[in-house]
């Protein structure tokens, strides 16, 4: 197993990479000193797979389980469901001292995380992660929440979990197209601070593909090691964290503007980040090679970078880049690479450089 610190004072805590993991689900809580009462939030495809195991150790190490199983997909991601969990929470009595295990992908991760961090003003959440991009990614870092109509996580609050747990076993029944969506955060982080992981990656691919359990191991710690380091300088996106960012502004737009479902996350990120890349080539002299060696490594792993639009669909996205988080003064701001492995965020760029690296 592989331990990787997130350093933030009194809300640190620790992720812990490697197979077999999730049976000592309620070990890992007893050690955290929670309350006996707790909520497992998990969706409908995990829950069939983890649920059991997750609830049985919980109730092995003496603490009293409920489950609390939302629809698979993004579309749970929404205040409606929020507030569907919180009844269940205040039906079971859950207190100040009791806490929620977040089972599942990104959308479980946000949503439970955005339940944990506001009812009764807050109480304690773990992380299991079970796909590749809520491990290296969204479980990491204490950003949780939910949609709007309007756009991607609008609602939701900088929340920190007790402890993330990720159970490499849990991809052996990932379906290959989520799989291979998670690959696309694997890429950004090569991107965006390592040069030499994304060399391995070019390196490793096959590997990946794959699904090898060692190669796996190295890369999820490697990402989430990125992660903790950028969140412990950054916890709630002043100024470095938004290198994250990187391929997100455009990516999330295609989510929101496609319809959630359309494109999975992963697969709209790594359009945003090749669109990115062009972007930095013409605005910050990203060498050409740089930008060709991404391209490459996104269509190698599977993943789409181009997306043809009608003029409806461009006006749509516009629109909801436009809505985006990081939208400031009114102005889209996009994190653009100067170099493999090295980027800079709050960058202004032209609606005209935009549509020419959309076809």
Not at 1 to 20: D, F, H, Q
Not at 110 to 129: E, K, N, S
Request: charge should be positive.
């Amino acid at each position: 197993m592989r331990i990787v610190p997130v350093s933030l004072g009194n809300r640190s805590y620790a992720i812990k990479v490697g197979g077999g993991l999730l049976a000592h689900l309620g070990v890992e809580c007893a050690a955290l000193k929670l309350g006996q009462r707790c909520a497992v939030i998990t969706d409908s495809n995990v829950g069939k797979h983890y649920a059991k195991v997750a609830v049985k150790s919980l109730v092995a190490a003496g603490f009293e389980p409920f489950l609390i199983t939302v629809p698979a997909g993004e579309k749970s991601k929404r205040i409606a469901m929020v507030e569907k969990c919180y009844d269940q929470l205040a039906a079971h009595r859950l207190e100040r001292k009791s806490f929620i295990v977040a089972l599942g992908g990104g959308v479980v991760g946000d949503l439970a995380g955005f339940v944990a961090a506001t009812y009764l003003r807050g109480i304690p959440f773990v992380q299991v992660p079970t796909t590749l991009l809520a491990q290296v990614d969204s479980s990491v870092g204490g950003k949780t929440g939910v949609n709007l109509k309007a756009g991607k996580n609008l609602v939701g609050a900088f929340y920190q979990p007790r402890l993330v747990l990720c159970d490499l076993d849990a991809f052996k029944t990932l379906p290959k197209r989520e799989y291979i969506s998670g690959l696309a955060e694997v890429i950004k982080y090569g991107v965006i601070y390592d040069a030499d992981l994304f060399a391995q990656l070019e390196r490793n691919l096959p590997k990946l593909l794959k699904r090898d359990p060692t190669t796996l191991a190295a890369v999820v710690a490697r990402c989430c090691e990125i992660k903790a380091d950028v969140v412990g300088q950054d916890e709630t996106e002043t100024g470095l964290r938004a290198i994250l960012n990187f391929g997100h502004t455009i990516g999330h737009g295609i989510e929101n503007s496609f319809g959630y479902g359309k494109f999975l996350h992963g697969e709209a990120i790594a359009i945003g980040q090749v669109a990115a890349a062009k972007l930095s080539h013409q605005l910050l002299g990203l060498p050409a090679n740089d930008s060709a060696r991404m391209e490459k490594l996104f269509v190698l792993a599977g993943l789409p970078v181009r997306i043809k639009l009608t003029a409806a669909q461009r006006k749509k996205l516009f629109a909801a880049m436009l809505l985006d988080k990081k939208v400031s003064g009114g102005e889209v701001k996009f994190v653009l690479a100067e170099s493999i492995g090295k980027v800079a965020w709050g960058q202004k760029v032209a609606t005209d450089l935009i549509n020419g690296v959309l076809p």
